[in-house]
């Protein structure tokens, strides 16, 4: 689809946020007070990630804890690969972040007896409660919150079932980028977008774009994630030049509910935090009812998730069971009620009463720890583009997670990529391309798209799992390939659709992780390669070069 030149600008702003959800509205609630901002969601605000989040953020906010310490838990669940530097400036931003989330009116469950006046859990990895939460919806509470502050922003506006296709490049910088930067640099100024709804597409111009669109579970068979989740910021980072990282690293929740019925729905880290015990089930045999995390770890139920996950996995495999179980049965009734009432409502549906039997759960994909390569302000290659929250790659996150540091992220970097925002000056507004249909048609058979849709999720699923060998990688990245060009070419040929866009950006996802995965000969963290189970005496950062399309 070739641009034609166009020097009308169907939709201006100072700054343009792909994503609505905490990292988005983040950037967007402390631009809104100098800049006019656009917030871009692909469905409502509250179909993103961050409103699924049960668990809480991670914050120091007590003085039994320290910075140091949040640091060190971080640093040995990212197995040797997080930035120290980048962990140490969002740890000790922590408290900040969430100081101004309530001063948004974010309810945090609170406890009088705290330090705070809020009630602290512990989650895996953690060697200290540290995790503020509004009971069991955390995510719910902070985006409502926040939504409703940005919808009456005057200078928010909120374009909802809007997708944003593709970053729009100009090689003339007229102050978009640093002074330091070469002449021949590209920047980004602006990006297309598509109307969900009437099948538009505008050609929108901005000053500074921001990505948050959050990860790429969706590229797998079995996630956590919403529908959202298709790494569509990741891809279109990459295609416009930027470099991305450690791509092969997904963690996977070791406890999403198992259930023909509950789509997508994970059972808190908080509940193993709280003293739920993972038990093998009654089809496990002779084995039925014993704990076996211990068997893994010292750390049993405690230890991160990638070491849970694979415990989990192990034993599936081993027995060929459905499921494991989670039991946390052996609290008191009104505790369980209190602390997880979002997570008791959901599994009563199912005919499960968690204060009476166990709940039975399976690992399912949950979070990108790479992505696209930024500073500490959000930067990234790209002069003019922003990448902030699961989207982004920072070095806070290294080969895994460490359980609520990611809302946290999403906080401290949105306010840090905000504040450089702020300080840019004003560029002279180019003419841009608008976008172009004049040579597609109708797609003639949409099914298609669906049949790639599911062989891409199940052959990643199946090959690019939670353990891992270099002939399934190599079978799924020839794969990717057939996939790719058939995908493409049917993209150049047909008028767009959202399911056509997303999955053209989760196959470009796909090949980014498979190809880190193939290139990291090593076991480290969430990469669990079968042919090389050791891990390296150093560690370093899979970095993928730009797209070369």
């Known amino acids: 689809m070739k641009p034609q030149q166009n020097r009308s600008y169907l939709m201006k702003f100072d700054v343009a946020i792909v994503g609505s959800g905490l990292a988005g509205l983040s950037v967007a609630l402390h631009l809104a007070k100098t800049r006019k901002v656009a ?32 640091i060190a838990d971080t640093l040995v669940a990212g197995a040797g690969l997080c930035d120290e530097t980048a962990t140490r400036y969002i740890v000790e931003h922590s408290r900040a972040a969430i100081e101004w989330l309530i001063e948004q009116g974010v309810p945090f469950t609170k ?8 009630h602290l859990t512990r989650e895996g990895g953690h060697s200290q409660r540290r995790i503020i939460h509004a009971a069991d919806a955390t995510g719910h509470a902070v985006q409502v919150t ?73 590229v797998y068979l ?33 406890t999403c509910l198992y259930h023909p019925y509950a789509k997508s729905f994970l059972i808190s880290e908080a509940v193993r935090g709280e003293g739920g015990l ?45 499921h494991v179980d989670l039991d946390i ?28 039997q166990p709940i039975p759960v399976v690992p399912a994909a949950h979070y990108t720890c790479g992505g696209v390569v930024t500073d500490s302000m959000g930067r990234t290659d790209l002069p003019g583009l922003y990448a902030v929250g699961e989207t982004a790659y920072t070095g806070l996150h290294g080969a895994n997670r460490l359980a609520s540091n990611s ?36 797609a003639d058979e949409e099914v298609v798209i669906a049949h790639n849709w599911d062989e891409l999720r199940r052959f990643m699923w199946n090959y690019v799992g939670i353990v891992r060998t270099t002939k399934r990688l190599e079978r799924a990245q020839h794969r990717i390939r057939l996939l790719r060009e058939e995908i493409y070419e049917y993209y150049s040929h047909f008028r767009i659709t959202r399911d056509l866009l997303e999955l053209r950006n989760l196959v470009d996802v796909a090949s980014m992780i498979v190809e880190s995965a193939l290139s990291r000969r090593e076991s480290r963290g969430l990469h669990y390669s079968q042919d090389y189970p050791d891990t390296l005496p150093k560690a370093l950062p899979t970095v993928l070069p730009p797209s070369k399309r």
């Open 146 to 218: 926040l939504e409703e502050k940005a919808r009456a922003h005057p200078n928010i506006t909120i374009l909802e079932h809007h997708y944003a296709i593709d970053l729009i490049k100009s090689d003339k910088l007229d102050g978009t980028a640093p002074a330091t930067a070469p002449r021949s640099t590209p920047c980004c100024v602006g990006l297309y977008v598509q109307d969900v709804n009437s099948g538009k597409v505008m050609t929108l111009a901005a000053d500074q774009t921001v990505l948050a669109t959050g990860g790429a579970g969706k």
């Open 407 to 442: 809302l946290l992220e999403c906080l401290v970097l949105g306010r840090a990529a905000a504040q450089h925002i702020e300080q840019q000056p004003k560029p002279r507004s180019l003419p841009l391309p608008a976008w172009d249909e004049s040579r597609v048609t109708d």
């Open 39 to 70: 917030v871009i969601s692909k469905r409502t605000l509250l179909d993103g990630a961050s409103n699924w989040a049960q668990g809480g953020i991670a914050a120091v906010l007590d003085s039994g804890d320290s910075h140091e310490q949040h």
């Open 329 to 356: 049965s052996h609290q008191p009734p009104e505790f369980l009620k209190e602390h997880f009432p979002t997570i008791y409502a959901r599994c009563l549906e199912f005919g499960i009463d968690i204060t009476k």
């Open 278 to 322: 993972l038990k093998l089930p009654d089809t496990a045999g002779a084995a039925a009812g014993q704990r076996f995390m211990e068997w893994h770890d010292e750390r049993a139920e405690l230890a991160p998730r990638d070491v849970v996950a694979r415990a989990i996995d192990f034993e599936i495999k081993k027995r060929g069971l459905d």
């Open 111 to 118: 406890d009088p007896t705290a330090e705070l006046g809020y």
């Open 222 to 254: 079995y996630t956590t994630n919403p529908d959202t989740a298709t790494g569509d910021g990741i891809a279109m980072a990459w295609r416009a030049g930027c470099r991305v990282a450690n791509m092969e690293f997904i963690q996977f929740h070791p």
